[in-house]
């Protein structure tokens, strides 16, 4: 089945300094959903990229779809407090549009 | 719009014994996923329902695991015998249709087993 790899398993940061994690596959992504977990949370949907090379901007967060529909990435920008949590990828795959997830990258930041 | 809605929020049982999770989606919508968590993993699907019907299943351990959406709204996930290593959160999701709906997941079951 699917797979997608994630990066970096950890990241801690200072606030106010920016945040990126990549999600990676070896084949290519129909589409691809992005996720936050609070710690002791459930996942929360953040958004969802279809189109080759499609950039997508929530206010502090830009999330990408590369060229080749095989890699991803969300980044933060000035990250706050807030911001603390697992980011996952998740990508859509076969006919019954089957979620898997990577592993998560958890961010802390220090205040 | 209420959310999705989960018990028991946690379970506490040894090996061997049988635990039951129910998850009730949100209104009206069709498609019901049910997840396991280990600690620092990512959601894994075990089971996903389209209505009352199995869409995909091919993850869970049939041999212990078992789940059921009778009429097509909530529904039950229940293992039997329990092992030591099903110790996880268990996630119920719920999505309007199939085709690459945004999931919305419960607050989950948080399952230890010793």
């Known amino acids: 089945g699917q797979q997608v790899m994630q990066i970096p398993q950890y990241q801690h940061v200072q606030e106010g300094e920016d945040f990126t994690t990549y999600c990676n596959s070896s084949?290519?992504?129909?589409?691809i959903q992005w996720y936050k977990q609070r710690p002791g949370g459930h996942p929360v949907f953040l958004i969802q990229?279809?189109?080759?090379?499609e950039v997508k901007k929530q206010k502090r967060l830009t999330f990408q779809f590369g060229e080749a529909k095989k890699n991803s990435s969300l980044h933060i920008t000035a990250t706050q407090t807030t911001d603390v949590g697992t980011y996952f990828c998740a990508a859509l795959e076969g006919s019954n549009y089957k979620l898997t997830f990577g592993k998560g990258t958890l961010l802390t930041v220090n205040p | 719009e209420a959310g999705v809605a989960q018990s028991p929020r946690y379970k506490i049982i040894e090996k061997r014994q049988s635990v039951a999770f129910w998850c009730n989606p949100i209104s009206g919508h069709a498609t019901l996923y049910w997840y396991q968590q280990i600690l620092g993993q990512g959601p894994k699907l075990l089971i996903q329902?389209?209505?009352?019907?199995?869409?995909?299943d091919s993850q869970l351990p049939k041999d212990r695991f078992s789940a059921e959406r009778l009429k097509g709204v909530d529904s039950t996930l229940k293992i039997q015998p329990a092992k030591l290593e099903d110790s996880a959160v268990y996630l119920c999701a719920s999505s309007l249709f199939l085709v690459g709906e945004t999931q919305y997941f419960g607050p989950g079951t948080r399952l230890l087993v010793l």
């Open positions: 329902f389209q209505n009352n019907g199995v869409v995909d």
């Open positions: 084949t290519t992504l129909s589409n």
């Open positions: 990229l279809v189109k080759s090379g």
